[in-house]
């Protein structure tokens, strides 16, 4: 028997659930973030609050490991690691782009010969993405790519290419292949994160919890405000 905990705030969503041999007992998700600092702790508390009420606790915590928001993988990751300190329980560390494409697999009916792109804003017209096949296979690993027009028409002239996440939204008037096909409403989220969770427990898949890192994938640059001017 598994317990695991899954936070996931790699985006502006920050969301938790608690699962059980793969199977989510509760969870809690809020999409109008980002508000991770506040939310996090208090969603943790719920679900250990809930595990301690059905005698169970966390054999696990798994946590979305990027690419994404540098200062929400951050408060995910260290609260995460935490969690297995206080515990002295294993970490399982999942590939943000991987639970998106892990979602659309579980939700609808994808063809082998379609690749799924999940996208994650990086601001302008950049995103991070990979490509996964039908099988959750990757076909192209993670990187920070710049959207153009002609961006994977090498791709998109063979098959169709299913892009979503929240970087997908403003491709939509950029690419406009013909093979290129847009899903709204996709979101890393806790609960589409059991099944890879639970499949890293039972393979013993686990990360060093003292020096594990998020997969920012680029790195963080400070920006500061112009002050005002006075009148």
Do not use: W
């Amino acid at each position: 028997m598994a317990v695991i905990l899954s936070i996931e705030t790699s985006t502006s969503v920050c969301s938790v659930a608690l699962s059980k041999d793969g199977d989510c007992l509760v969870e809690k998700t809020h999409y109008d973030g980002p508000s991770h600092a506040t939310k996090l702790p208090v969603f943790i508390k719920e679900m250990l609050d809930f595990a301690a009420v059905k005698n169970l606790s966390p054999d696990a915590i798994a946590v979305s490991c990027g690419p994404g928001s540098y200062t929400g993988l951050r408060i995910g990751v260290s609260t995460a690691k935490g969690l297995c300190f206080g515990y002295d329980i294993p970490l399982i560390a999942i590939n943000t782009l991987q639970i998106m494409a892990s979602t659309v697999i579980q939700n609808q009916q994808v063809d082998a010969n379609t690749i799924l792109c999940p996208m994650i804003d990086a601001r302008r017209m950049e995103v991070y993405t990979a490509f996964f096949n039908n099988q959750l296979e990757t076909v192209r690993k993670t990187s920070a790519d710049i959207i153009e027009e002609n961006s994977y028409d090498e791709q998109l002239n063979k098959q169709t290419v299913l892009f979503f996440g929240n970087g997908a939204e403003k491709c939509k008037t950029t690419l406009k292949h013909s093979n290129a096909v847009f899903l709204n409403d996709i979101h890393p989220i806790a609960k589409n994160m059991i099944t890879l969770a639970e499949a890293s427990f039972k393979t013993k898949i686990f990360e060093d919890v003292a020096y594990f890192e998020p997969f920012y994938l680029k790195e963080f640059v400070a920006t500061t405000a112009k002050e005002k001017l006075k009148n």
